[in-house]
Nanobody, 132 residues
Framework: VQLVESGGGLVQAGGSLRLSCAAS????????IGWFRRVSGKEPEGISC????????HYLPSARGRFTISADIAKNTLYFQLNTLRPDDAATYYC??????????????????????????WGKGTLVTVSS
């Protein structure tokens, strides 16, 4: 399993970025993929995920309304559109994956998909910097 993030960079407050996560080595359509972000010295924060086996999405309050998660099953790629960025959105953004069936066996997948301990496969991250 390999996940490779891209699309990070420097943007002014109020600007937008589109992150991508290219996946390989597993059946993309059978997995839940989540976006996490980590500020140096803090624990990763799960902010959104998509269940590719259902096509359903989940957002935490920090992402709802400004960020949009989507997936192109044919391209094995996950996207994260970040709009109206704020300085406190600056972080390294990671995508992480786990099989939808495994998350379902742990209970409600939306609760599990934003918790670091429930996802086994991680990319190396892409840095987002927001200037004020």
């Amino acid at each position: 399993v390999q996940l490779v993030e891209s699309g990070g960079g420097l943007v002014q407050a109020g600007g937008s970025l589109r992150l991508s996560c290219a996946a390989s080595g597993f059946i993309f359509g059978d997995y839940v993929i989540g976006w996490f972000r980590r500020v140096s010295g803090k624990e990763p924060e799960g902010i959104s995920c998509i269940n590719n086996s259902e096509g359903n999405t989940h957002y935490l309050p920090s992402a709802r309304g400004r960020f949009t998660i989507s997936a192109d099953i044919a391209k094995n790629t996950l996207y994260f559109q970040l709009n109206t960025l704020r300085p406190d959105d600056a972080a390294t953004y990671y995508c992480a994956a786990e099989s939808a069936s495994k998350l379902a066996s742990n209970g409600y997948w939306r609760a599990a998909c934003v918790l670091v301990s429930f996802l086994d496969h991680w990319g190396k991250g892409t840095l987002v910097t927001v200037s004020s």
